[in-house]
């Protein structure tokens, strides 16, 4: 395999997914076969080792995640991917990840649900489930691909994400987007921002692991380096041990919040085309997404003001990206692979400002530009 930088390459979502992770450092990989993710498996298995990485084929994606979560505590960049029943599996120890504050990068290639579904047809069903799929509350960055390039630059800013925030990032693709070839040019390393972890600055003695702070981020020390600390999935106080203390239950939760929340301008990300002027608006994401590239530009030639807010993150919803276009203009067209996943969100955003319609196909085929341009000219 081609690995030169600065020279087309023709690579599928899924390549590209594995290139990203390997540009931001990842030396870490656990996970399952399953279509339509099993591409990222196949390809990590063979590069990672020849960068000094490690590649093991668990028994289950559940064991995966642990796994990914163990070698990030010992201070590796991790990574796991899956698609449908495996993404299910994941989800107790994704609330693991969440609450010890263990930065990974879960990759999630959608395909037709509920379980065993349409495995080899696109789906966009998992949206909600990846931000609510594990339980009780909490925060979760979630982004969205729809190119192959996208697949490499999201792959570099999940793994920054979570470095950030000491979180684990999930990065939804779809069967179409995965299994996609395009022509794309790698950057050289350095190029592109490449996060590291903060790490303790204090004697091993003094060091506090779950100490709150003005980003709400703790530093995070590596197993094995002599700063000893306890992890758990109870809610802990800031040693890491369990507490029943409410004075110690509230800060902590309230900190895995804010930790997000009062960074959501670095965190949200949209893509816009045509929308200066645009009296219709499409918003939509990943394959849907490319389709909607071209319906506006159709829609343009024949006099429609059209327009698309592509949403690169998903969760926390970019309400404040979303919004001001809601007062701007005249209709909303929400095209999605689901039954309405985001279209509740941009609904619950909405309150009235105009008028959203939405546009389902969940048969496992592509979303045609056509599709869209049809209802275009209906609204």
């Known amino acids: 395999m081609n690995t030169e930088t600065g020279q087309p390459r023709l690579l599928q979502g899924n390549e590209a997914v594995v290139e990203g992770a390997l540009y931001a450092g990842c030396r870490f990989f656990a996970g399952y076969p399953i279509t339509p993710a099993t591409e990222i498996s196949e390809a990590m298995a063979y590069r990672l080792p020849a960068v000094g990485g490690t590649f093991i084929q668990m028994e289950d994606e559940i064991a995966s995640m642990g796994a990914i979560i163990g070698a990030s505590l010992a201070g590796v960049k991790a990574m796991t991917a899956t698609s449908g029943p495996g993404f299910s599996l994941i989800q107790e120890n994704l609330g693991f990840g969440v609450m010890a504050e263990v930065p990974c990068v879960v990759v999630n290639v959608m395909r037709g649900g509920p379980s065993t579904g349409l495995p080899t047809h696109v789906s966009q069903g998992d949206v909600q489930q990846a931000r609510w799929g594990t339980h009780g509350d909490h925060p979760i960055i979630v982004l969205a691909a729809s190119t192959t390039r ?69 530093p995070m020390a590596v197993f094995g380096d002599g700063y000893r600390y306890h992890v758990t999935g109870l809610v802990h106080d800031v040693r890491g041990f369990p507490t029943e203390r409410p004075d110690e239950i509230v800060p902590f939760l309230n900190r895995l919040f804010r930790k997000i929340n009062q960074h959501f301008q670095e965190i949200m990300m949209v893509k816009e085309e045509l929308t200066e ?16 590239k071209r319906a506006v530009r ?19 919803f970019p309400r404040q990206l979303v919004e001001p276009y809601l007062m701007q203009v005249k209709a909303v067209l929400v095209p999605e692979l689901n039954m309405g996943q985001i279209s509740r969100e941009v609904k619950r955003v909405n309150q009235g400002l105009t008028r959203v319609e939405t546009l389902n196909r969940i048969d496992g085929k592509l979303m045609t530009p056509g599709e869209i341009v049809e209802r275009l000219v209906k609204l």
């Open 277 to 292: 002027d645009a009296a219709v608006l499409v918003i939509a994401y990943g394959s849907v997404a490319r389709s909607a």
């Open 298 to 316: 159709e829609a343009r030639e024949r006099g429609i003001k059209a327009g698309l807010l592509q949403l690169v993150t998903l969760w926390p």
């Open 150 to 218: 996208e697949c490499f630059d999201l792959t570099v800013r999940a793994f920054n994400l979570a470095e950030k925030f000491r979180t684990p990032v999930i990065l939804l693709t779809d069967e179409v987007v995965a299994h996609t070839r395009e022509k794309i040019v790698l950057p050289p390393p350095g190029e592109l921002e490449v996060a590291e972890r903060q790490e303790p600055t204090v004697p091993p003695d003094w060091y506090i692991p779950y100490a709150d702070t003005a980003s709400g981020v703790p």
